[in-house]
């Protein structure tokens, strides 16, 4: 039996997986929350045949985690979307699903665990900061997860995201900006509505001077 990739993990394995296709390799780790009540209903689900969806990892709200898919192979996380222009993004990431309702906000233990394991995976297939994206990036049309309670300026402080620095050209055209980050071509607002769930959590609102800004800022780090 294939060992886990992660020290400490649980080795838990899903049939719902298969080779990456196209020679690819993990080049993105992709967030959710399964907004499920607890770890093992969604343990169970993720390894079930007839649900057709599983992930890499769950980590629970108590910091365990379970590894259900090797990392070399292909997960059924992702589902249809695209990041920076590229598609088949279950053949070109890992999956890791927190055990969160969708509401309440992540537990400590939880973060923690994610944080050791996210610096594992990145070194091992030597993805960067830039990498680690939310579900809801890359398929604004379907998906909000791991949702606005996901502290994802504390990851970026730890250098396992990124974060706009100081902001940018305030007056600078938005979608240029969320191209650039890597945001897919769909409708305006859902692609202005998964930015903010991400870098402004909470806002509403027409497009203003401050999303400009932030994307703007967020566009040329990643250009450097």
Known sequence: MTRPDAAGALWHPSPNTGPRRDGLRPELVVLHYTQMQGALPALTRLCAPEAQVSA??????????????????RAWHAGAGSWRGQEDINSRSIGIELDNDGDSPFAAAQMLTLEQLLSGVLARWSIPPAGVIAHSDMAPERKSDPGPRFDWHRLARLGLSVWPGPDGDRDAPLAPSLTQIGYPAVAPDLRLAAFRLRFRPGHKGPEDSTDRARAAALAALLQK
């Open 56 to 73: 890499h990892y769950l980590i629970g709200a108590d910091g365990q985690v379970w590894q259900m898919v090797s990392e070399a192979m």
